[in-house]
């Protein structure tokens, strides 16, 4: 069973409109959430922490919240260089680390 | 600051034969992590170490191995290379306490 499910695998999107990434999760004691950007060819970058539901974390044109089963990743007015494929990952124990397979999203100018 | 370095960016193996991926970080960086990459699927824990000398099992550790002698690097050894060993290999690390980890970046094994 996926601990960690991100929805949609895909999202095409133009400049401008914003849009809502999905991540749920089923691990019983989730001590972390965490989202990430990658780049092709590239290791992910680290964007945000979410600890407990309801906290919420912004930067920039990105804002990251979490309720006790999802987490959102939304994307406020997106620009071409928003591009990239973004992880979530949940941290449930010290060697249980569970990342999900990621958005893949394409911002059309 | 270097950050996380990884060597060699791609290397190609025949079945059988062995080879150790090197990573080094420059941030004192207490926990390091070995994950794998598939196409399509989410990064895979092989193993992680808390401190130079303490190492343990992630979620798929089977043909690999680590050590840690030094807090800076955490080298991950591939014994007898198969084909299901093909994938991106990522190296990371995190302040003790902390698991926002920082990536190097990757490398590209091919074991044909």
């Known amino acids: 069973e996926d601990q960690v499910t991100q929805s949609p695998e895909a999202l095409r999107l133009q400049e401008g409109e914003s849009s809502s990434l999905n991540c749920s999760y089923t691990?019983?004691?989730?001590?972390?959430l965490f989202w990430y950007r990658q780049d092709p060819g590239k290791g992910p970058e680290f964007l945000f922490t979410?600890?407990?539901a309801g906290e919420e974390k912004e930067k920039e044109r990105l804002k990251a919240t979490l309720t006790k089963k999802e987490s959102f990743l939304h994307i406020t007015a997106p620009k071409p260089e928003d591009s990239a494929t973004y992880l979530c990952?949940?941290?449930?124990?010290?060697?249980?680390?569970?990342f999900g397979s990621g958005t893949k999203l394409n911002v059309k100018p | 600051n270097a950050g996380v370095t990884q060597t060699p960016k791609f290397r190609i193996l025949k079945i059988g034969q062995s080879m150790t991926l090197q990573c080094t970080q420059d941030?004192?960086?207490?926990?390091m992590y070995w994950y794998r990459q598939d196409p399509g699927m989410g990064l895979k824990l092989i193993y992680y170490?808390?401190?130079?000398?303490?190492?343990d099992k992630g979620e798929v550790p089977n043909g690999y191995n680590v050590s840690r002698s030094t807090t800076e690097d955490f080298p991950l050894r591939l014994e007898l290379a198969a084909p299901s060993q093909t994938s991106v290999y990522f190296c990371?690390?995190?302040?003790?306490?902390?698991?926002?980890?920082?990536f190097g970046p990757g490398t590209r094994l091919t074991v044909t």
């Open positions: 691990v019983s004691g989730l001590r972390g």
């Open positions: 170490s808390v401190g130079a000398g303490i190492t």
């Open positions: 990952a949940v941290w449930e124990s010290f060697n249980k680390f569970y």
């Open positions: 979410l600890y407990s």
């Open positions: 990371a690390s995190s302040y003790q306490g902390s698991y926002e980890q920082y």
């Open positions: 941030m004192n960086h207490n926990y």
